[in-house]
Each structure stands twice: as C-alpha cells, then as structure tokens.
C-alpha cells in the first residue's frame, strides 16, 4: 500500500512539478533524511536531532539562495561553481568507498565523532539535492520534460542495478562483498547489477536514438554510476549498524525510513549529474 502511494506520487514530483517547487520539495526529502541520519550521530534528543536538521535547513536554503534551481544551467553548461561541489560529493564517496571497504576497523576514528558524522551526512544529503535541481532542470526552456527523463534514466540505473543484484545474487551469489557491513550482498550480485545497469543503459541509448558512437561512453558511466550505488546502499547499512538500527526511520510503513529508500540515489545522483554536465563539455 506504501507503494502504491509513493509511486505515483514520485512520478507526479518529477514530471508535474514546477521547477521552484520541485526544488523545495526536495529540499523537504533531503530534510526527512537529515531527521534520520542525525540517529546516526547517536543524537536521541530531539532538541539535538532538530538542531541538525535546522543546520542542514540553512545550507540548503543559501545554496537555494545562491543557485536557484532556475539558473544551474546557462548556455547550456551548467555553472562552473556548482562543479566544486560535485567535486567534492564524488571526493566524499570515493572516501565513504574506503570507510565502508575497511569496516570496522576504520570505526574507531569516527565512530565517536559526532561533527565527523554529521558532516557525512552534509555530504551525502546535500549534493542529492544540488543534482536533482541540475537534472530537473537541465535544458527546460526547449523541454519540459527533458530534465524528468534524467532522472528516471538515474533511477532506472539504480533500480536495474538493484534488480540485477538481488537475482544474481539469489541464483549464483556464493562469495559476501561485506559481511561486517551487510551480510547478505555478495560479489556475484554486484557483478549482475552492474551487467544489468549496463544493458539497461544500452537498451535506453537505442530506443532514444543515441548516437552509436556515444553508447559505450555512456554505459561506462552507468557501470561507475550504479557501483557507487552500491556504495550508497552499504554506507547507510553500515552507519545503521554501527549506530544499532534495523531501518533507518519509521515514516514509510513496511520500507523503513526515507534513507532506506533513497540511499543509493544519495551517491548515484550526484555522480550521474556530474557526469551528464561533463558529457556536454567534451
């Protein structure tokens, strides 16, 4: 029934929605997660918890401030300063690659650091919402809808590869990826997925009459995209194990919280933005 609910409505957000409330609504998820993650930081008060989720409040409302959504793209280049901050989001999870890859023993250098955590949660939170803003509206003024199909084509990578994972995991995994981290992923899923993201992408390259001379770049970017999906699926598992807990919320019956659901479009968005900004500059 969850589902039922979340799916039309995700697809009335990115099709229907004005750009400015577009943004906003965003910022409004991003904020529901900020919520959740300040349990990461072991805050339980919620004094606390609100204090975080009103500093995150701030950041996002001076980047609204400083790049509405309306400006990110001029002569169709996006602007030069939001690439830092993509810059520094792909920094951020070749780093959250590391702390998940040498868990738990790198756990004792911020296991206890309640700033270290809360800006990963900056990290992660923050460039979702800077490059939904960048998709949603990338080329809006000759297409509406250009920008929406972005983002499905971000999603439909995520969800392949996630599909792939679960059934290649199921008929053939025999080898754990990270069993401190999340027990049940393994190797032989991982590969599925990324296989499955690459077809995906491929199949989306056809049908959209892609130049054929651009089919492998592009399902290349979609093999680094979904691995830091990846990524993002088993950093939110590890910060929730390290911090005691099953799900990360409890705002969406039978599915957890807000991060169980978008915690690998927490790294696959701002890469796949970065990546789609740097294809139109070559």
Not at 56 to 67: D, G, I
Not at 241 to 270: F, N
Request: positive net charge; hydrophobic residues 55%; charged residues 10%.
């Amino acid at each position: 029934m969850t589902s039922a609910v979340l799916a039309p409505a995700a697809l009335a957000l990115v099709f229907f929605t004005p750009l400015t409330a577009f943004s906003y609504i965003a910022g409004a998820i991003m904020l529901l997660g900020a919520w959740e993650w300040s349990a990461f930081m072991g805050l339980k008060k919620l004094v606390s918890r609100g204090a975080y989720v009103l500093f995150v409040a701030a950041v996002l409302m001076a980047l609204n401030l400083y790049w509405p959504i309306e400006t990110l793209w001029q002569n169709g280049q996006l602007v030069a300063d939001a690439n830092y901050l993509f810059t520094l989001a792909f920094a951020w999870w070749v780093v959250a690659s590391l702390l998940v890859w040498t868990y738990p023993k790198t756990a004792r250098g911020w296991q206890k650091g309640l700033a270290m955590r809360g800006f990963a949660g900056l990290l992660t939170l923050v460039p979702t919402w800077l490059a939904l803003n960048t998709l949603r509206s990338a080329s809006f003024s000759e297409n509406e809808m250009f920008g929406s199909i972005l983002i499905m084509v971000v999603l439909g990578i995520v969800w392949s590869a996630d599909i792939g994972a679960y059934f290649s995991g199921k008929n053939f995994g025999k080898h754990k990826l990270m069993p401190k981290v999340s027990p049940n992923k393994t190797i032989e899923g991982l590969v599925g997925g990324l296989i499955v993201s690459m077809i995906f992408t491929l199949v989306f390259c056809y049908f959209a009459n892609v130049e054929r001379n651009l089919w492998l770049t592009y399902s290349l970017m979609a093999v680094v995209i979904a691995l830091f999906s990846a990524i993002g699926d088993l950093l939110e598992s590890m910060f929730k194990r390290e911090a005691g807990l099953k799900d990360s919320g409890r705002c969406l019956p039978g599915h957890g919280g807000i991060l169980d659901r978008i915690d690998s479009l927490t790294a696959a968005a701002p890469i796949f933005a970065a990546c789609y900004a740097w294809s139109l500059s070559i």
